[in-house]
C-alpha cells in the first residue's frame, strides 16, 4: 500500500513563530515531493516543490528532503495569521504511478496572536 | 488567463439522479485528474487522463464516469451507483512528463438532496 502519512494537529504556534509540518512517505522509489496550502472550503494551492535530498528556501518557507528516511518536511518562517490553512503533503512518481500524486490528509496549521 | 474552470461550484444531486461535473483548462496540459475529497480528509483520485480519448481509474473510481474527447475538458459524471456522493469534487491537470506540478481548479461542492 503506497502511503503519505502527516499528523493531522492542529499544530498550533504564535505569530512569529516557525511552523515545522512533517510528512512521511513508504514507496521508496518516490521521486517528487510536493507542499499544498488548502484554506477551508478552497482548493489546494502549490507551494513548493522538491525533488533531491536536501533544502530548498522559496520566502519564508524551506522543503526539506530527506530520501533514506523517507521524510519531508517544510518550515514556515516568521509565521503570520494568514498561514493558518491545512498543508497537504504530495509524493509522486510512485511505483507505476506515472505522474499521479498521492495526498496525506493533511496537517492544520494555526498561527495565534 | 490560464487556468482551470470548474462548474458548478456548488451540485445538489437528487437520489437516483446522475450528474455531470466540469472542468475545462486552457494551460495546454496533456494529463488531467479528479480528485475528491471528504471532510478532514486528504484527496483520493478518482480518474485521470494522460492523453485525449484515454483515461484509467484511479483508487476509488466505483459509481463514476469520464470522458475525455477533448484536451482541454474532463468532465466528471456522478452516478446513481454512488451511494455517497456528497463530497468537495477537485479536478486538476499537469504536464504529461513524471515528476510534473499538479494544478487544480476551484472545487465543486457535491451535495445529495
Known amino acids: ?63 526539506q528532503l530527506n530520501k533514506a528516511s523517507q521524510y519531508v518536511s517544510l518550515l514556515i518562517r516568521d509565521s503570520q495569521p494568514s498561514d493558518s490553512a491545512t498543508y497537504l503533503c504530495a509524493v509522486g512518481g510512485l511505483t507505476g504511478g506515472g505522474n499521479k500524486l498521492t495526498f496525506g490528509t493533511g496537517t492544520q496549521l494555526k498561527v495565534e496572536l | 488567463d490560464g487556468g482551470i474552470t470548474q462548474s458548478p461550484k456548488y451540485l445538489f444531486r437528487k437520489e437516483g439522479q446522475n450528474v455531470t461535473l466540469s472542468c475545462e483548462q486552457n494551460l495546454n496540459h496533456d494529463a488531467m485528474y479528479w480528485y475528491r475529497q471528504d471532510p478532514g480528509q486528504g484527496l483520493r483520485l478518482i480518474y485521470y487522463s494522460q492523453i485525449v480519448n484515454d483515461f484509467q481509474k484511479g483508487d476509488i473510481a466505483e459509481g463514476y464516469s469520464v470522458s475525455r474527447e477533448k484536451k482541454e475538458s474532463f468532465p466528471l459524471t456522478v452516478t446513481s451507483a454512488q451511494k455517497n456522493p456528497t463530497a468537495f469534487y477537485l479536478c486538476a491537470s499537469s504536464g504529461a512528463a513524471t515528476n510534473e506540478k499538479l494544478f487544480f481548479g476551484s472545487g465543486t461542492q457535491l451535495s445529495v438532496l
Open chain 1, 1 to 63: 500500500q503506497k502511503e503519505v502519512e502527516q499528523n493531522s494537529g492542529p499544530l498550533s504556534v504564535p505569530e512569529g513563530a516557525i511552523a515545522s509540518l512533517n510528512c512521511t512517505y513508504s514507496d521508496r522509489v518516490s521521486q517528487s515531493f510536493f507542499w499544498y496550502r488548502q484554506y477551508s472550503g478552497k482548493s489546494p494551492e502549490l507551494i513548493m516543490s522538491i525533488y533531491s535530498n536536501g533544502d530548498k528556501e522559496d520566502g519564508r518557507f524551506t522543503a
